[in-house]
């Protein structure tokens, strides 16, 4: 069974950090892209972080670039997403992805067709 099960979301004030970790059940392709997306109420899924499945290749959007870290533990299939000093604008559902099929759209929701439930992230000034 394929899946994706996020946890670590909450609530923190600004400046905080959280720590958001996605067990991965699938396989997945050496290079393929896997990473981070996040909705915010009434906005696009966007892209936040993403990196090349059992590689070192990554990619961040450009507002968390500094504070959030991606990375994976390849020996237990998990996904991490470390997230420093954060914002009330970080305030969203963080998703998991993964890609089953490779795709280029490695920033794009379209890109992915494996998800994760979801996790939220609360941020208050």
């Known amino acids: 069974q394929v899946s994706l099960v996020e946890s670590g979301g909450g609530s923190v004030q600004a400046g905080g950090s959280l720590k958001l970790s996605c067990e991965i059940y699938a396989n997945i392709g050496g290079g393929y892209w896997i990473g981070w997306f996040r909705q915010a109420p009434g906005k696009e899924r966007e892209y936040v972080a993403v990196?090349?499945?059992?590689?070192?290749?990554?990619n961040y959007r450009y507002a968390v670039k500094d504070r959030f870290i991606i990375s994976q533990d390849t020996g237990r299939n998990i996904l991490y997403l470390q997230m420093n000093n954060l914002k009330p604008e970080d305030t969203a559902m963080y998703y998991c992805?993964?890609?089953?099929?490779?795709?280029?759209?490695?920033?794009?929701?379209?890109?992915?067709?494996?998800w994760g439930q979801g996790t939220q992230v609360s941020v208050s000034s």
């Open positions: 992805a993964a890609q089953g099929i490779f795709s280029t759209m490695w920033d794009r929701p379209e890109g992915f067709d494996i």
């Open positions: 990196k090349a499945h059992g590689g070192t290749f990554t």
